[in-house]
């Protein structure tokens, strides 16, 4: 599933080919895939894109009128933006045609394992309500003080904390491995055994790795493409995701191998010691 970084390069591309250009037409080939609304014009047939928003991973389109789309990317989700008359692949489920300035173009949304969805809402204040309320902080913005408030008193692992969207919005495990890696914390540390130094370390490695990703693109480890079908670059960049069994690149120990939350999780022990808990 996409995580910030991937999620932040969609909505970068939809600002920049879609905001301010009107929906003359909308093609859906697999009904299912809207979730909550049969109508098109939910689905902003004849409606022109004023903004899009993003919330950890999840992200919307608002209209002009104020209606919104939330999207959900799936597993293997992309948005991609194509010229007028184009072929859909295979596994595109909706294709909006757009104008601006006199300029026509689709945008297709593709997602071969079909985990994702579309969901029409009357506004962004009612997706707010109802689905980003359940969300933490956006992991780009969370300051040092939610991070000590989230972490405090909290039994379960500085991963597993990481990880749980109602926390921090945006993390999964590329950037919660990469970040521990780099912040030195052991993932399996209790969470509120981690100090304030220790979390303004977190946090700062948190956004720079998240933001470098950003300007890379994101990760592309299978499927990941930005609004103009291009590749991220940030999986060149990775230090320890995907990378267990092979030597840690700062002091050559064998990386770790472990799961934590149901998910593969890699780590240096040398670099990332697991200190006496109190
Ligand atoms: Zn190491």
Known sequence: ????????????GLTQFCVGAKVVGVR????????GSKNHRDLFDTLTVARVHRQGKQFALESVCGRALLFHMGMSGSLTVW???????????VLWSLARNNTHFELHHKDPRRFGYVRPYSSMQKIRED???RLGPDALCVQVDDLVSIFKNKKLSA????LNQSNIAGVGN???????FQSAIHPLRRAGSLSRPELVKLIHHLQLILNR???????TIQDHQDAAGKSGTFQNCHQVYGRGGLPCMKCGAILKQTLCSQRTTVFCAICQPRRTQK
């Open 1 to 12: 599933m996409p995580e910030l970084p991937e999620v932040e390069t969609i909505c970068r």
């Open 28 to 35: 859906v080939y697999r009904a299912g895939f809207i979730k």
């Open 83 to 93: 010229p007028s008359g184009s072929t859909p692949a295979k596994h595109v489920h």
């Open 131 to 133: 689905v980003w309320s």
């Open 159 to 162: 991963k597993a904390c990481l």
């Open 174 to 180: 590329i950037y919660a491995d990469e970040t521990l």
């Open 213 to 219: 990703s950003i300007w890379g693109g994101g990760s």
